[in-house]
């Protein structure tokens, strides 16, 4: 069975920066792009930021571009989150992800998900 589990979300206020961090266990995390995604209260879930397998190609939304960097390590995926708005606030998963691209970052529809980490983010 496999496991991921957010953490590193908190309350800050704008300009100050977190950094995410999702362990993964059990879902051959090295094989996959993985990505970042949040969702609002009232609003639907969006992608935020994916990352090849390799490291390689990385994507970002495009409000978030210049503040936020993805990367990844054994098991684990991170989001460095720089000089946050309050527009940012949500809260934040990790998945396996479908479609990693300039323009739309999507979830792979059988992907697993966390609890995820929140972030809020006062002004």
């Known amino acids: 069975q496999g496991q991921v589990e957010e953490s590193g979300g908190g309350l800050v206020q704008a300009g100050e920066s977190l950094r995410l961090s999702c362990t993964v266990s059990g879902l051959n995390f090295d094989a996959y792009t993985w990505g970042w995604f949040r969702q609002a209260p009232g609003k639907e879930r969006e992608g935020v930021s994916c990352?090849?397998?390799?490291?390689?190609r990385k994507n970002y939304k495009d409000s978030v571009k210049g503040r936020f960097t993805i990367s990844r390590a054994e098991n684990t995926l991170y989001l460095q989150m720089n000089s946050l708005k309050t527009e940012a606030t949500a809260m934040y998963y990790c998945a396996k992800t479908e479609y990693c691209g300039l323009s739309k970052i999507t979830p792979s529809p059988i992907a697993d998900w966390g609890q995820g980490t929140q972030v809020t983010v006062s002004s």
């Open positions: 990352i090849s397998s390799d490291g390689i």
